[in-house]
């Protein structure tokens, strides 16, 4: 009660009066979500506004195998330890798995979602400040998982039961209040329903094709009342960007290459740093020593390669340009398309003014769901 006073009319004195003031409002607790898109190639995430994502590769470390510190991605849970992206590739020692191969998105699931946790570790640093010494620190935590490739829930609750790790020299612990399974591509499926929208069309049917790291998915949704429901997804595995440097690194050899040979990473730079001019001329420029080789017409030839001897990337493409023809639009999403010289060729390929490039296409498969 709060004391406030008003004047008496009778003998001019004051005396206080209570007055009863409303009680303040609990605060709401928000529930973090980390919406995690597990491909072959890499892991994304999405957490507190935050974006980032690693190689999804994985090294296990025995008890017996001293663990490092001061790397990005290093935890362990249990007496193992464990070491995700970039840190798994530079250590030595233990066992290397790597997320495509032995159905290793599913078997380790724990570590692709601890390891996105401890690759962002200002998410647990602000945890740990407000910890007692010594406490477990417990975390409630939505999650939602894209890109699984799979359904059988029960394999992937098992991964939840096991979400209890060490991060610098801390205990923590997850419980899963609430998770979903989207399928591949579905946060780009949200982006296209609001491109849509802003289009002022109503569009019922449309399409999003998914150049991933590994993989080529082409996924129907139909925009029901507003919300986006997949059906009959048509995936090309082996066909995604690390094919398409592939093909670039085949054409890179042929001819009179004045004796080089190209690393393998090095092609990936100059995949992903290429460019096609207004007039078309593809460019992709790579150093060798102290000089520079374009092997823009390389590319444009590998590309052609990659489209027309894959089997499965073929025909997929060609069922697309039907698509279009019956004025389906088609987004285009993944990392591949954050390419500028894949993004001009498939564009090109397609030929439809109803194919749309989705803003961020790296990474709106995740931000999308926001």
Not at 142 to 171: G, M, P, Q, V, Y
Not at 319 to 334: A, F, P
Request: aromatic letters at 8%.
């Amino acid at each position: 009660m709060k004391l406030d006073t008003i004047q008496n009319t009778t003998n001019g004195n004051t005396a206080p009066t209570a007055t009863a003031t409303a009680p303040k409002k609990p605060k709401t607790v928000t529930v973090p979500e980390l919406i995690l898109d597990g491909g072959s190639s890499r892991t994304k995430y999405y957490l507190e506004k935050i974006t980032g994502s690693y190689q999804s590769v994985c090294r296990k470390f025995t008890k017996a195998q001293e663990l490092p510190t001061g790397y990005l991605g290093v935890f362990k849970i249990g007496e193992n330890g464990y070491a995700v992206g970039d840190s798994a590739l530079s250590l030595s020692g233990g066992d290397l798995e790597e997320g495509y191969a032995n159905d290793n998105k599913i078997k380790l699931l724990n570590a692709w979602i601890i390891g996105a946790l401890c690759v962002h570790p200002t998410f647990l640093f602000k945890r740990i400040k407000k910890a007692k010494k010594d406490e477990t620190i417990k975390i409630d935590l939505k999650i939602a998982l894209l890109s699984l490739s799979s359904h059988r829930k029960k394999e992937i609750e098992k991964a939840f039961t096991n979400l209890r790790f060490e991060f610098d020299e801390h205990l923590f612990e997850i419980n899963v209040v609430s998770y979903n399974l989207y399928p591949e591509g579905y946060g780009a499926a949200c982006a296209a329903k609001k491109h849509i929208k802003e289009l002022g069309t109503k569009d019922v049917r449309f399409h999003v094709l998914d150049l991933g790291g590994g993989t080529l998915t082409h996924t129907p949704y139909s925009n029901q009342n507003g919300v986006p429901r997949a059906s009959n997804q048509n995936s090309v595995s082996g066909a995604g960007v690390i094919s398409i440097t592939e093909f670039f690194a085949k054409e890179a050899s042929k001819g009179d290459t004045g004796g080089n040979i190209y690393h393998f990473s090095r092609l990936k730079d100059a995949l992903e740093s290429s460019t096609v001019s207004e007039s078309g001329e593809y460019s992709a420029e790579i150093v060798l020593g102290d000089t520079e080789r374009d092997l823009g017409d390389r590319l444009k030839s590998g590309l052609e390669a990659w489209s027309r001897e894959i089997i499965g990337v073929r025909e997929l493409l060609r069922d697309v340009k039907q698509i279009l023809r019956k004025g389906e639009r088609v987004y285009l999403t993944g990392g591949g398309f954050k390419v500028a010289a894949v993004q001009a060729f498939i564009t090109s390929y397609l030929g439809s003014e109803l194919v749309t490039t989705l803003p961020d296409p790296d990474t709106v498969n995740i931000t999308g769901l926001d």
